[in-house]
């Protein structure tokens, strides 16, 4: 057994024992940004990371700077675990924040916009413009710009309007020039139109708000323009809605809906040259103080450089990558006939965007819709591409009589209105939809399929990390599980019994099951580690916020257990601080592809010295944990294991995209250039599609898990 750490040795204080979740995100948008700042990236690909970047703080100050603006109002006080009250957070917040700001106006100004004009991509101020640009703008102008422009007055008459939520605006300060008088007017930025104008005949592109600015004359004929400069208002954006006193779900979130374009003001973004009396004006009608003003010398709103990012430059790209078929799907190159009778010879591991998602779990879901046998369909939707093939097949299925139930999760973020407009058409077509649970969020990702076969019903079935969305899953890397084990099966058909009726102490075999079981289990597990001489964990997820499995595994690292966590974003824990986390390391691996899936290895998982492998859709948050309905599910095929062990090992060994954390929560960029984990894993993926198979080859990688433990799958 190993050797629990000594009772007196000491411990440290909240605020060295726990990194603050708000600023670890935060650096996990550094992270980001610093993929901009990399030249060794391709230069489109560094447009997109800075569009990434904007897009991800946009949505930080919409949920999570809100709600801390709410609790500082109403006079909560309460310490995070890293002992911080919410004012003091914001302060924080607002501090680092403008340092990013800084970060990112200086690179887009001084080396990005450079860089793309030597490459022949342009992005232009308005005054720089030649003779024939500006009269092809006149043209645009008249047409398409400014009949649907709308001047709004501010004056006695005319109150000051409502500025929406992240809309860029013009603030415009006109002169009478017969009564001398100043006015304000502003002027909304049509989010219709794309963010930078587009010029014809070459990849140029100028600032829309500088079209609009340099001819507003039009829109205030006899008047004097005496200052225009550009602001954009973030809003409260997160839902806020008593589900206990809901009578319908759905009509709740329809209301509340309706009401987020209506949240408090909580952030103003300005230029630089922004006038005091501008200012001024703006700050009182916000009902915001300068500690809500951030001042940029770039551009507003980034996120709408995506399109840039997108032109037609391959030679300034990332090579593209085009996802394989497994190869247990094809057959002479085309996908199985028969995705059954392929999974009844045993599970399939997938892998995306490595392996192709079409292919397998949207080629799972049509089959199953257009299949004489299939009786019934279940899936759990939280977010999809409601326009896709997923949603085409389920209502297929129910036109054909198959019993269709989806369990639609409503309160997933930004993706609510999403949701219930497909998901009404779902049910118009003749499928069960269940709208969530009250007071839970339903994050797992599910599909079961029912099939009467000779020998009696057999469940086919479908666990995964990320969301049925085609769109997103040629960038977000997830794991999914297709099988026909009769345990996992039951597991799901008492799943989906819970989830759209109702039932308790729901027991499963294969699968583990939030908010009731997972917190136990993975705390047992942690356990099992602790008590043998050769513990060993390894966790692959997206956040780890929760305090209370943080202290499981600090208590295991005293115990001599060695941690690797490999954590993409959000990173409470503090590793390697003597006495108390010095077994723990944690990475970050930021690239090409969003790291997503949630892989958790115990060596010893499955009794002594048998290891056992968990993928599923759960995180380490309070809310994964204990407010939602999440799903793991072991994997037990050797071969499969094999292949989580090979994920596992490449992104323990890369020295590219990879950050380490060091004690103080700072994050460390590797430069070994040795190991890249998406290349490495498009390789492999690659080398599998030519040896036609490979689910029983060796791991090919000998990596730094052995060279440390000696431990592996065999």
């Known amino acids: 057994m190993a050797v629990a750490a000594s009772s007196e040795t000491q411990q440290p204080a909240a605020g060295q024992r726990y990194v603050n979740r708000e600023l670890s995100w935060l650096e996990f948008n550094a992270r980001v940004l610093a993929m901009a700042e990399d030249d060794s990236v391709p230069l489109l690909d560094r447009v997109m990371f800075l569009a990434i970047f904007a897009n991800n703080l946009d949505e930080f100050f919409q949920v999570r700077v809100a709600g801390l603006k709410e609790q500082v109002e109403v006079g909560i006080t309460t310490k995070t675990p890293d002992g911080l009250t919410p004012r003091q957070q914001l302060e924080a917040i607002q501090d680092r924040t403008q340092q990013l700001i800084d970060r990112r106006d200086r690179l887009f100004v001084t080396e990005l916009v450079p860089a793309l004009e030597v490459e022949g991509v342009s992005i232009v101020d308005i005054d720089g ?43 415009v300060v006109v002169r009478d020039p017969e009564t001398g008088d100043r006015h304000f007017a502003r002027i909304k930025v049509p989010n219709l139109l794309d963010r930078f104008v587009a010029l014809p005949g070459r990849f140029a592109f100028v600032p829309l708000e500088q079209v609009i600015a340099s001819r507003s004359d039009d829109l205030f004929p006899g008047m004097d323009i005496m200052d225009a400069t550009v602001f954009r208002v973030t809003r409260n954006a997160d839902l806020d809605f008593e589900e206990e006193g809901a009578e319908d779900l759905l009509e709740a979130i329809t209301l509340e809906l309706s009401r987020r374009r209506f949240g408090q003001a909580i952030r103003l973004q300005v230029e630089q040259d922004i006038s005091p009396e501008t200012l001024e004006l703006l700050l009182r009608e ?9 001042v940029h010398q770039a551009p507003l709103d980034l996120g709408g450089l995506w399109p840039i990012s997108r ?24 996908v199985a006939a028969d995705m059954f009778a392929e999974l009844r010879r045993g599970d399939i591991l997938l892998h995306h965007p490595y392996t192709s998602f079409a292919t397998s779990v949207t080629e799972f879901i049509r ?65 069960h939809v269940a709208y969530g649970l009250v007071g839970l969020k339903v994050h797992t990702k599910t599909t079961l399929v029912v099939r009467d076969e000779p020998d009696g019903l057999r469940r086919y079935c479908h666990v995964g990390t990320g969301n049925y969305n085609a769109r997103t899953a040629d960038t977000y890397e997830d794991l999914g599980l297709l099988t026909a084990d009769r345990e996992v099966g039951a597991d799901l058909t008492q799943l989906f019994n819970y989830l759209t009726g109702y039932g308790r102490d729901v027991s499963y075999e294969r699968l583990v099951v939030a908010p009731q079981g997972l917190r136990g289990d993975l705390m047992s597990r942690i356990d099992a580690e602790i008590e043998t001489s050769n513990g060993y964990i390894i966790m692959k997820m997206n956040s780890l916020v929760d305090t209370a499995m943080i202290d499981r595994l600090y208590a295991a690292s005293q115990a001599g257990v060695e941690v690797d966590l490999v954590v993409r974003g959000i990173c409470c824990l503090r590793p390697g601080i003597p006495g108390l986390s010095e077994n723990i390391r944690v990475r970050s691996i930021v690239g090409q592809f969003l790291e997503h899936s ?117």
């Not at 092809?136 to 929406?164: C, K, N, R």
């Not at 036109?399 to 997933?412: D, M, P």
């Not at 939602?628 to 994997?635: A, K």
């Open 311 to 334: 032109i037609n430059r391959p030679d300034l790209k990332s090579a593209p990558w085009h996802p394989i078929t497994e190869p247990r799907l094809q057959r002479g190159g085309e």
């Open 129 to 171: 413009l030649s003779a024939d640009d500006q009269t092809w703008l006149d043209d645009q102008w008249e047409h398409h710009m400014f009949p649907i422009l709308t001047p709004l007055a501010v004056d006695p008459g005319h109150p000051f309007p409502y500025i929406s939520d992240l809309s860029l605006n013009l603030g």
């Open 286 to 294: 916000l009902e915001l103080d300068s500690t809500d003003v951030f």
């Open 367 to 431: 089959q199953a819709s257009m299949d004489d046998h299939v009786l019934a369909m279940k899936l759990t939707l939280y977010r999809t591409s409601g326009d896709g093939e997923i949603v085409e097949s389920l209502i297929r299925a129910a036109e054909r009589g198959i019993q269709v139930a989806v369990v639609v999760e409503l309160k997933a973020r930004f993706d609510e209105e999403n949701n219930i407009e497909w998901a009404k058409q779902l049910e118009q077509a003749g499928v």
């Open 598 to 714: 949630r892989i958790y290895y115990f060596a010893n998982g499955s009794g002594p010295g048998r290891p056992s492998f968990h993928i599923g859709s759960a995180d380490l948050m309070p809310r994964n944990l204990n407010r939602r309905v999440e799903v793991l599910t072991s994997i037990e095929d050797p071969a499969l294991q094999g292949r989580l062990w090979e994920i596992l090992e490449i992104n323990l060994a890369d020295d590219t995209l990879a950050w380490e954390v060091d004690a103080d929560g700072d994050y460390n960029r590797l430069v070994g250039r040795r190991v890249d984990t998406h290349r490495q894993l498009r390789h492999f993926a690659t080398e599998r599609l030519a040896d036609h198979g490979g689910e029983n080859e060796a791991v090919r990688l000998p990596g730094r898990l052995r060279r440390i433990m000696g431990r592996g799958v065999t």
